[in-house]
């Protein structure tokens, strides 16, 4: 049974910083892109940040650009999400997701995170 599990969300104040965890069981992690997305209630789901297999290429969303930045460990099936310099509109639910196929792709339950002062 495939599971991604998603933590290190929570409450930041604007300007602050968290780091996204997603670990990954269940599958070969090795041979599968990540990639974090994020929704707001009333929007459709979107790309924040993706990585290939081998962590040799990243895609990032224009508005976060240069302040995020995703990583992956192979070793430990965890793929990461560094968020600096957060605004309020980064509040979100981020998922992480990983695809090897149009048949093998899967998805997090999602980790809440908040940018408030």
């Known amino acids: 049974q495939v599971q991604l599990v998603e933590s290190g969300g929570g409450v930041v104040q604007p300007g602050g910083s968290l780091r996204l965890s997603c670990v990954a069981s269940?599958?070969?992690?090795?041979?599968?892109?990540m990639s974090w997305y994020r929704q707001t209630t009333g929007k459709e789901r979107e790309l924040v940040a993706a990585?290939?297999?081998?962590?040799?290429?990243?895609n990032y969303a224009d508005s976060v650009k240069g302040r995020f930045t995703i990583s992956r460990d192979n070793a430990k099936k965890t793929v990461y999400l560094q968020m600096n310099s957060l605004k309020p509109e980064d509040t979100a639910v981020y998922y992480c997701k990983a695809v090897r196929s149009v048949y093998n792709t899967y998805w997090g339950q999602g980790t809440q995170v908040t940018v408030s002062s």
């Open positions: 990585l290939t297999s081998d962590g040799g290429s990243t």
């Open positions: 269940g599958l070969t992690f090795s041979r599968y892109a």
